[in-house]
């Protein structure tokens, strides 16, 4: 093997190695400064949509639905530091119901009914999200909970 392939090969293998350390550090830094997050969200804050489902594809539901996240992430009315009970509600499609309207959505309704049931104000938080899984709820609850909704639950 003359000095020129030699030098070659030097110079591929030391490119190799130097874009997998790279790679490397750069993974190991993404995880350290994202260990922590400082705020998890299900829904971006403040996110408002109207949805006009086709009344072929969903039967029964008719019109436009309004789809509207509060300051925290979650779909639903801001949380009242004054509430009698805090529900958050976790799950996939079912949950969120992402075709109904706002009031017309299960845990909508659930807040409206138990708020009339205990004569006090009840907030029920919908974090559905369609597809989500066991996984995505146990996500949910390790960092919405402490880092995002912290302050608003436990009081």
């Known amino acids: 093997m003359d000095s020129m392939t030699r030098q070659r090969i030097y110079s591929l293998t030391l490119a190799f190695f130097s874009v997998l350390l790279a790679l490397f550090l750069c993974e190991a830094g993404l995880r350290f400064l994202s260990f922590r997050p400082e705020y998890y969200y299900v829904w971006p804050p403040y996110f408002h949509s109207t949805r006009k ?3 072929d594809i969903t039967p029964g539901i008719k019109g436009e639905s309004r789809f509207i996240v509060n ?3 979650v779909r ?11 529900i958050l509600a ?3 499609s079912t949950t969120e119901c992402g075709f109904l309207d706002q009031a017309e959505a299960w845990p909508f309704l659930l807040q409206k009914r138990l708020t009339q049931a ?4 009840v907030w029920v938080g919908n974090t ?5 899984t066991t996984r995505h709820h146990i996500l949910q609850m390790k960092y ?9 639950l436990y009081n």
Do not use: F, I, M
Not at 118 to 121: I, L, T
């Open 53 to 55: 489902p086709l009344s």
């Open 71 to 73: 300051s925290k992430g």
């Open 76 to 86: 639903g009315d801001e949380l009242p530091l004054d509430s009698r009970y805090k």
């Open 90 to 92: 976790l799950g996939g």
């Open 118 to 121: 205990v004569r006090g104000r």
């Open 128 to 132: 559905g999200r369609s597809g989500n």
């Open 144 to 152: 919405l909970l402490p880092y995002n909704l912290r302050e608003c």
